[in-house]
């Protein structure tokens, strides 16, 4: 009796993790040898600030902290396989740009491999595509890699036609605060310091970066230097150059990312981690008042948690 109590039992659990398996898409498709890739699309300015959850029109823009954390989700998510960055025109600041490079760099120590899909773009879009296993650029893209520089604006003779004369008390010969205000070019104590600034960036961040995450292809800091001497690059240069991998659209650089992965198929999950509009029954007249009530915040259990602060903007 007992026997046969467990040979049901076993047949029940079969029966049920088959099911199972056959409800779960994820599971078929890798059985069927598709690969399962996160898409990201990271454009404009990628704000650190909260937004607001819109119940009118669906699912809320993004902020930069929801990005970073859908690149940690497909990292541990075990249904996908590949990451497929999409740059479309990011105008974001190199504090920003290292966060990504950093959050690319931990995905990949996953074993998964990223692709980045750059439409066209300046030094700090390709730091950031460069960091991922292959970078595709289509033909009309055009690679701004050019040298750095900074701008100073003075006021001094401005001031003057108003009839208004600055005055500060200056400390030392390197603090330059008041320059813009007291002189109309740059001081040599300012420029020398504003060189050592620069060529430290331009050496470690900038080129520096570049050959660490560019060393397949046997890039130098010599060799890099001059590459962006002679830059901006198309995209067929910038390949030949060993700056990008493949010159192609999305839809074929996917074929290439099928081949790197050794897939038969692969799907691309687009706007991986999103939140997806809820479906509305308007059967129901009550049901329209939802689309005007606010989110629910998410509280979660009632062990302790962190509170996640935002301090955006200059500090006065």
């Given at each position: 009796m007992f026997e046969r109590v467990l040979a049901v039992l076993f047949a029940f659990t079969l029966f049920t993790g088959l099911c199972a398996a056959q409800d779960d898409p994820a599971k078929k498709d890798t059985a069927a040898g598709v690969a399962q890739i996160a898409h990201i699309r990271l454009?404009?300015?990628?704000?650190?600030?909260?937004?607001?959850?819109?119940a009118l029109f669906g699912s809320s823009a993004e902020n930069f902290k929801t990005k970073l954390e859908h690149i940690r989700?497909?990292?541990?998510?075990?249904?996908?396989?590949?990451?497929?960055?999409?740059?479309?025109?990011?105008?974001?600041?190199?504090?920003?740009?290292?966060?990504?490079?950093?959050?690319?760099?931990?995905?990949?120590k996953s074993g998964k491999k990223v692709f980045t899909y750059l439409e066209a773009g300046d030094a700090k879009d390709y730091l950031v595509a460069c960091e991922s296993d292959r970078v595709c650029m289509p033909a009309p893209g055009w690679l701004m890699l050019v040298g750095t520089r900074t701008e100073i604006l003075f006021y001094k003779d401005l001031l003057e036609k108003l009839g208004i004369r600055a005055d500060f008390l200056q400390m030392g010969i390197f603090k330059f605060a008041a320059e813009p205000f007291i002189r109309n070019s740059m001081s040599k104590a300012a420029r020398s310091q504003y060189n050592l600034v620069l060529d430290d960036f331009f050496a470690n961040c900038y080129v520096g970066s570049i050959v660490r995450s560019r060393k397949a292809k046997n890039l130098t800091q010599d060799g890099v230097i001059k590459m962006i001497d002679q830059g901006p690059f198309t995209?067929?240069?910038?390949?030949?150059?060993?700056?990008?991998?493949?010159?192609?659209?999305?839809?074929?650089?996917?074929?290439?990312?099928?081949?790197?992965?050794?897939?038969?198929?692969?799907?691309?999950?687009?706007?991986?981690?999103?939140?997806?509009?809820?479906?509305?029954?308007?059967?129901?007249?009550?049901?329209?008042?939802?689309?005007?009530?606010?989110?629910?915040?998410?509280?979660?259990?009632?062990?302790?948690?962190?509170?996640l602060i935002y301090a955006v903007g200059a500090i006065v």
């Amino acid at each position: 009796m007992f026997e046969r109590v467990l040979a049901v039992l076993f047949a029940f659990t079969l029966f049920t993790g088959l099911c199972a398996a056959q409800d779960d898409p994820a599971k078929k498709d890798t059985a069927a040898g598709v690969a399962q890739i996160a898409h990201i699309r990271l454009a404009g300015a990628l704000d650190e600030a909260p937004v607001a959850h819109d119940a009118l029109f669906g699912s809320s823009a993004e902020n930069f902290k929801t990005k970073l954390e859908h690149i940690r989700k497909a990292k541990a998510d075990k249904n996908i396989q590949g990451l497929v960055i999409h740059l479309d025109g990011l105008q974001i600041g190199f504090a920003k740009m290292e966060e990504l490079r950093k959050a690319i760099e931990d995905f990949r120590k996953s074993g998964k491999k990223v692709f980045t899909y750059l439409e066209a773009g300046d030094a700090k879009d390709y730091l950031v595509a460069c960091e991922s296993d292959r970078v595709c650029m289509p033909a009309p893209g055009w690679l701004m890699l050019v040298g750095t520089r900074t701008e100073i604006l003075f006021y001094k003779d401005l001031l003057e036609k108003l009839g208004i004369r600055a005055d500060f008390l200056q400390m030392g010969i390197f603090k330059f605060a008041a320059e813009p205000f007291i002189r109309n070019s740059m001081s040599k104590a300012a420029r020398s310091q504003y060189n050592l600034v620069l060529d430290d960036f331009f050496a470690n961040c900038y080129v520096g970066s570049i050959v660490r995450s560019r060393k397949a292809k046997n890039l130098t800091q010599d060799g890099v230097i001059k590459m962006i001497d002679q830059g901006p690059f198309t995209a067929k240069r910038a390949k030949q150059l060993g700056l990008i991998d493949d010159v192609a659209y999305l839809e074929d650089f996917q074929e290439t990312m099928r081949k790197t992965l050794g897939a038969k198929e692969i799907k691309l999950v687009k706007d991986y981690g999103s939140a997806k509009a809820k479906d509305l029954d308007l059967s129901n007249p009550f049901n329209l008042f939802k689309l005007f009530s606010s989110a629910k915040p998410a509280v979660g259990t009632k062990k302790d948690r962190i509170a996640l602060i935002y301090a955006v903007g200059a500090i006065v």
